[in-house]
């Protein structure tokens, strides 16, 4: 037998009359008392229920993690499983088409709006780090509403689209928003709010930012034309630096495919000629 398994006779023998440490009598106690009370009840007990078990019906203490490795080395399996939840199945339910498929150019305000979150860094050695989320229009290129937290979170994005229809003083009236496929977007919360003032979610394709390129474009003036060239040492003056930059962007920065006009003017003009 022992040529057959590849080791020493000597070694069996050894192994066979070998003296059971303190540690492995209780492991085989505890195994037996596991197996015990499994066998008269089906296997339906967990790990936390036999910790449970034991340390109220025995004279041993043990935690989670030794019961589990027990279990495991003993193949020792409960008959009852905690039902999951499908996690991609729920993920795909928060998913939507991409409706916009590339067409940035949009003919009215209000109609079309995208929106991404970015990261700025501040504090010594810019160690620090905060997100930015922000909402686009297509039409006039103008920030319509934007948020910071300290991480991306649904609360975040969230927070953003209440603050644009609030400030916009909208009622959704076919308003499309668009943003990547981030967990935050497809989160339940977030689509419930998109739900609530009849907003319709596009989404871009995975691996796609192009089909984000206004947000991506925004994010570049953004840095690479005001916040690059300003060192915000607090949480507090990098919020000023990021305000005066969105300011700028919309009442100050011409843009060539705005006739020149800011974003600003352009919304304005968009608006009241709706109005008339």
Request: glycine residues 4%.
């Amino acid at each position: 037998m022992c040529q057959e398994v590849g080791i020493k006779r000597r070694s069996y023998y050894k192994w066979l009359n070998r003296t059971l440490t303190a540690n492995e009598r209780l492991n085989d106690e505890l195994v037996k008392f596991m197996l015990k009370l499994e066998i008269s009840h089906n296997y339906i007990f967990g790990v936390e229920t036999l910790v449970m078990h034991i340390n109220e019906e025995t004279e041993y203490h043990v935690n989670a993690k030794r019961i589990r490795r027990l279990m495991q080395v003993n193949h020792i399996k409960s008959s009852i499983r905690i039902s999951k939840h499908d996690r991609k199945a729920e993920y795909k339910e928060m998913m939507s088409a991409n409706i916009i498929k590339h067409d940035f150019n949009q003919e009215e305000s209000n109609k079309v709006w995208t929106t991404d979150c970015t990261e700025l860094k501040y504090g010594n050695q810019s160690l620090n780090k905060l997100r930015l989320s922000a909402i686009k229009d297509l039409h006039d290129h103008s920030i319509v509403a934007w948020a910071i937290d300290d991480t991306e979170t649904t609360t975040l994005v969230t927070a953003t689209v209440n603050k644009a229809m609030k400030s916009n003083d909208l009622a959704a009236n076919e308003l499309i928003l668009h943003t990547d496929q981030g967990s935050a977007y497809t989160s339940l919360e977030f689509n419930r709010a998109l739900n609530s003032y009849g907003i319709c979610h596009s989404m871009s394709r995975p691996g796609t930012p192009g089909d984000n390129a206004p947000m991506e474009s925004f994010w570049s003036h953004l840095k690479d034309e005001d916040l690059s060239f300003k060192t915000a040492l607090t949480k507090e003056e990098l919020l000023q630096n990021i305000t005066k930059a969105i300011d700028w962007y919309n009442n100050g920065r011409r843009q060539k495919s705005l006739k020149g006009m800011t974003p600003t003017e352009c919304r304005n003009h968009a608006l009241r000629f709706k109005a008339s």
